[in-house]
């Protein structure tokens, strides 16, 4: 699935492509992917420009004119390009937006999960998933104060915690693996069991890995491109997820994978021992 880094990354690609090109028509190939009837879908965005794109956790939030903005959630192998005209469809292309500059925007998806909801701009945090979205991993939004409020208030462990998008938005399972490589965590760690210098390096090191990942156009593993149809590079800089079996970058021990909350899980077993509760 996309994370905050190569959504951002493919919100910057269709700001340089499409921001300020106009639609003249819509074609819903897949009408399970939107909230609205496809006659309506259609009707609405006909004539609208696009006149920016912006980001919320692993959402884009395509604004329109006429206060119009599209939700779009790419899930796990969503994806979005820019064709020309005549260019041919291919079977995965599920939603084509026609520019009247001679373009298409095009969503494509193996899998069929991702989803557009079209809403009037200024309700959009009503649409599921952003209701409940925690802070943004920045460093004016990610405060110390919160993680240890929302740490000692949980038992789950820290892996999956940090899944959950109602705690820190943008955080999936790579650089939830790799973030806790970083701080010595280990991913089978009660949340409520972190000290207050545990919480401190991991806050750091999600802001600084999620930025560094942003700098590298994201990752890419199965199948993600950018809007260019480019690979993304970060994948060249991991330290423990895909790594079973390599040597642990930092100590040499063998890198471990295990099944955490249905998600495979990778992590050094002598930097990441798992801990009980002690004081700083």
């Not at 940090?162 to 820190?168: C, E, P, T, W």
């Not at 210098?197 to 991991?202: A, G, H, S, T």
Request: proline share 5%; with cysteine; glycine share 8%.
């Amino acid at each position: 699935m996309p994370e905050l880094p190569e959504v951002e990354t493919v919100r910057r690609g269709l700001t340089q492509l499409v921001k300020g090109s106009t639609i003249q028509s819509v074609d819903v190939l897949y009408a399970k992917m939107i909230n609205l009837p496809p006659n309506d879908f259609k009707k609405a965005l006909r004539g609208k420009t696009i006149e920016k794109i912006d980001r919320r956790g692993k959402y884009l939030l395509i604004r329109l004119s006429d206060n119009l903005t599209i939700v779009s959630h790419l899930r796990m192998e969503g994806k979005y390009d820019v064709e020309p005209e005549d260019s041919p469809v291919g079977k995965h292309t599920h939603i084509i937006f026609h520019l009247t500059d001679g373009r298409q925007l095009r969503y494509n998806d193996t899998r069929k999960f991702g989803r557009m909801n079209l809403v009037d701009t200024g309700t959009e945090m009503q649409v599921a998933g952003l209701k409940t979205i925690g802070p943004e991993p920045t460093e004016d939004n990610l405060t110390v104060d919160y993680m240890q409020k929302i740490f000692s208030k949980s038992r789950k462990v820290i892996k999956p915690f940090l899944l959950d998008q109602s705690n820190i938005a943008g955080l999936g399972n790579i650089y939830a693996d790799e973030v806790l490589w970083l701080s010595k965590i280990n991913p089978q760690q009660p949340a409520n069991t972190l000290t207050l210098r545990q919480i401190k390096e991991l806050r750091k090191n999600i802001i600084a890995e999620l930025a560094k990942a942003i700098a590298g156009h994201g990752t890419t593993v199965h199948s993600y491109s950018t809007a260019y149809g480019e690979a993304g590079s970060f994948q060249n800089q991991l330290n423990v997820y895909g790594r079973e079996g390599e040597p642990c970058p930092r100590c040499g021990t063998k890198i471990v994978k295990i099944k955490l909350a249905q998600r495979g899980t990778h992590f050094c077993p002598k930097c990441q021992p798992l801990r009980g509760v002690k004081n700083d």
